[in-house]
């Protein structure tokens, strides 16, 4: 058998195999169906989207010039050819009405969206004083970036160069992160994106929360949709009859806020009736008789109360599980970061997954493999920063592996451990994504420079000194992808036409700030096409072809044990840690325990936020195709409930929160579909930004009421479904 290392790449520099592209059909909006007419000039050009972070693999098509539309990749195994709504509407990116222009210096006061148009020049020049400043006077650790996504790359090494080495997304603490640590803990690897998720070949599927099918993450999506036409049983829970539950054998609504209580159960279950995997748990199991003991207590009947499902459906549902095993998946969900305990909730479900015996086996999780693309060899080493990462001072949060958000956003605000003056932003709408605005904008308040890099002039752009306009995906280069995935692959994401005012791709404005700064020589390239072609020649790759077909397909791997992979588990036992002595050791649950967590009271309700199929995050609302097909969003409450206020669906109501944060209208949604306990609604929407006109003052924000949330003690994350709130009925 062979070993897998812990990011597995392919070990080959030739013998990658150029995938054939073939035109998809695909459905188009009504605007851009119009049919070919004679002499029409039409071209194909692949590249990537970025509407969210899935990444897959699309062709564009440009008419007499101008965008047309975009289809999936059928080279690429993200996309196979097809993209989701939002993927389709990427064009509608390029058109916005809404998109800034030109950079833009603040002329009044920070978040009174009032701006003065500079040259780049100019705006470069004033940001490179600001940070020249910085350096001097506290250091250049004082000057931190936010960024999200791919585009980051080059900012990300501008400000390395300029010596910091505080860089945060909000995908980590807000999002992934506690998932990451969790399975980590476990079986010493991540689950990363796209999830390691063998959902095509699941025979079982468990998802708790993931409401694939609105969360459209490609991929992930196709396949659940492919496990359910082959007759997968389908487990779900959730507060809400989300689309994932109308599919689903076993519905759980279960009570917001404890799930952790059934997963201990379905353990429980599958111990005490011995259901789970006993030689995949001998072979490569660690601390399982202490993990046994710890979780004796945890019974259906004790979970009970709790959850509010039954102890039948609590057996009934892991013994489903167990009868499809090892071809059984829990799904370890994306966005965690519900209550606070997440890393333990996701250790939890990891255990779940293990005893299931599903690590590393068809139906659960692959070992993915990504193509060798070395980086790029020819930049200066960076500075080495005098001071550490300021986000987690004394490692409180222990496991903490990426920056948290919002260590720098305190640091900011006390000074401690050390100050920060100047935030660089880069594609992340901080106000609209960490919970508790007030405390975003009191650290705006002490800074000495805010610059964002935006596409449209968004929440965080409007508290900016400097607004920096990019070019939007379908008008740049960004660098390669080349994720660990099922097939491996190479992508390239590539302009498909030019931006239509003053906007620069993100290499460009970083490559000139670092030349306005004195780090010149951190960019040997003068172009990011030099860039690109040294990379994939030094991995023996055409950028030709790349260009021609969007994707270089790598050769098919073993994927299982069944394969002959044999799994490496990078845990200090070298096995699967049933008990965590690492975690022991700084004083948290070795095994998972139940916590329980502040319900709401009489007449309040837990706010509970997700996503819709035509719109992510925060960022696609004035998009003009996608804001078509969803203008604003609604309020689910439960009908009985609703009727209890008087209240029905497409009436309008507000919210307000413990902390008197009310919200603005949003339209109810009656629903028998939801709990009693608990409302739910899309994030993203609500926006306050001026310049949105598109989106602005449409529907509600739950970031707005967001105020509370709960760290949590292993990693940093935030745990923000926490808030509760009351109906404040419109008018009232
Ligand atoms: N269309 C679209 N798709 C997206 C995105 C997007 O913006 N738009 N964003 C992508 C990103 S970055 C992420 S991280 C994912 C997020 O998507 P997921 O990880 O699937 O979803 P969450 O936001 O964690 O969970 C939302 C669901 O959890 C349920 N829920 C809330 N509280 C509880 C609880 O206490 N217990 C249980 N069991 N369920 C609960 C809600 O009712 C809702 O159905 O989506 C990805 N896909
Ligand atoms: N209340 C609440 N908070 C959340 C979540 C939630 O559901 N509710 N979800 C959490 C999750 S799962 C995640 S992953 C994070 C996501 O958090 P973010 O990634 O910060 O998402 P957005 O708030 O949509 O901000 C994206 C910003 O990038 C800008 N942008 C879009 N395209 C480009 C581009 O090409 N270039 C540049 N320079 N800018 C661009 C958009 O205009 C927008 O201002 O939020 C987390 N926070
Ligand atoms: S899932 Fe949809 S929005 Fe995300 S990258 Fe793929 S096509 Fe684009
Ligand atoms: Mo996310």
């Not at 960024?147 to 080059?154: D, E, N, P, Y």
């Not at 699967?576 to 502040?598: C, K, M, R, W």
Request: a neutral charge.
């Amino acid at each position: 058998m062979t070993a897998v290392s812990r990011r597995r790449f392919l070990k080959i520099s030739t013998g990658a195999t150029v995938g054939a592209v073939a035109v998809a059909g695909g459905s188009l909006r009504p605007a851009f169906s119009r049919p070919v007419e004679d002499g029409e000039v039409i071209r194909k050009i692949p590249t990537y989207c970025d509407v969210c972070f899935w990444k897959c693999g699309a062709i564009a098509y440009t008419r007499n010039g101008k965008l047309w539309k975009v289809e999936g990749n059928p080279a690429d195994p993200l996309s196979r050819g097809r993209l989701c709504p939002r993927g389709t509407g990427g064009v509608g990116a390029h058109y916005d009405p809404d998109r800034l222009r030109t950079p833009l210096i603040r002329k009044n006061n920070r978040g009174e969206e009032e701006w003065v148009a500079v040259t780049w020049d100019e705006a470069l020049t004033y940001i490179a004083e600001k940070m020249q400043a910085i350096k001097q006077q506290y250091g250049p650790e004082s000057m931190a970036l936010f960024s999200h996504g791919v585009g980051g790359t080059f900012l990300k090494h501008t400000v390395k160069a300029y010596g910091s080495p505080n860089i945060a997304a909000p995908s980590y603490a807000q999002c992934r992160g506690p998932r990451e640590v969790g399975f980590n803990l476990t079986f010493g690897d991540a689950v990363y994106s796209p999830e390691r998720t063998d959902i095509r070949n699941s025979k079982c599927l468990t998802l708790i929360g993931s409401h694939l099918g609105e969360n459209m993450h490609n991929t992930q999506v196709q396949e659940f949709a492919d496990a359910v036409g082959n007759g997968a049983s389908v487990i779900v829970v959730d507060p809400r009859f989300s689309v994932a539950a109308s599919k689903a054998k076993y519905y759980l609504p279960i009570k917001p806020g404890t799930d952790m209580a059934l997963i201990l159960a379905w353990m429980n279950v599958l111990v005490s009736e011995e259901l789970y995997d006993k030689d995949y748990v001998e072979k490569y199991g660690f601390g399982f008789d202490a993990f046994k003991a710890s979780i004796a207590g945890y019974t259906p009947e004790w979970a009970y109360p709790i959850t509010t499902i039954a102890p039948q459906v609590i057996r009934d549902t892991a013994r489903e599980m167990a009868r499809y095993a090892p071809a059984s998946l829990v799904h370890p969900g994306r966005h965690v970061t519900w209550y606070g305990d997440d890393a333990q909730r996701s250790r939890a479900i990891a255990l779940l997954n293990a005893l299931l015996g599903n690590w590393g086996r068809k139906g659960g999780f692959y070992t993915p493999t990504g193509m060798p693309v070395p980086g790029y060899d020819g930049y200066p080493a960076y500075p080495k920063p005098e001071r550490e990462h300021v986000d987690n001072p004394g490692h409180a949060y222990p496991f903490a592996d990426e920056e948290l958000t919002t260590g720098i956003r305190n640091a900011t605000i006390t000074g401690e451990p050390y100050p920060i003056k100047g935030w660089m932003v880069y594609a992340t709408n901080l106000l609209n994504a960490l919970p508790n605005q007030e405390e975003t904008i009191k650290a705006i308040q002490s800074l000495d420079l805010l610059v964002v890099v935006d596409v449209i002039p968004s929440e965080i752009a409007g508290w900016a000194d400097v607004v920096l306009p990019e070019s939007v995906y379908l008008e740049r280069y960004d660098d390669l992808n080349a994720a660990p995935f099922r097939e491996p692959f190479i992508a390239l994401r590539q302009p498909v036409v030019e931006s239509p005012d003053d906007q620069k791709p993100n290499w460009w404005i970083a490559r000139e700030l670092a030349k306005k700064l004195g780090l010149e020589r951190y960019y040997p390239w003068t172009n990011i096409e030099e860039y690109l072609e040294a990379r994939l020649a030094a991995g023996g790759y055409s950028f030709d072809g790349l260009k021609r077909d969007g994707i270089i397909n790598g050769p098919k791997i073993p994927l299982y044990i069944e394969d002959g992979l044999e799994p490496v588990f990078y845990t200090p036992s070298g096995k699967i840690e049933f008990y965590s002595t690492q975690l022991a050791e700084h004083g948290l649950d070795p095994v998972p325990t139940f916590t329980e967590h502040p319900q709401p009271g009489p007449g309040q309700f837990r706010l509970l936020f997700g996503r819709a199929p035509m719109h992510s995050f925060g960022r696609t609302q004035t998009n003009p195709l996608l804001a078509e097909m969803m203008e604003e969003n609604e309020l689910w409450i439960n009908k009985n409930v609703a009727g209890r206020y008087g209240l029905k669906s497409g009436d309008y109501t507000r919210l307000k929160n413990e902390d008197g944060v009310v919200s603005n209208r949003i339209r109810v949604k009656a629903t028998e579909r939801i709990r009693g306990d608990c409302v739910y609604m899309v994030h993203g929407f609500g926006h306050t930004a001026k310049g949105m006109r598109r989106a602005f003052g449409k529907g509600a924000s739950d970031a707005e009421l967001a105020t509370k949330y709960v760290m949590d003690p292993v990693m940093g994350g935030t745990g923000m479904n926490v808030n509760f709130v009351t109906i404040e009925l419109e008018g009232a």
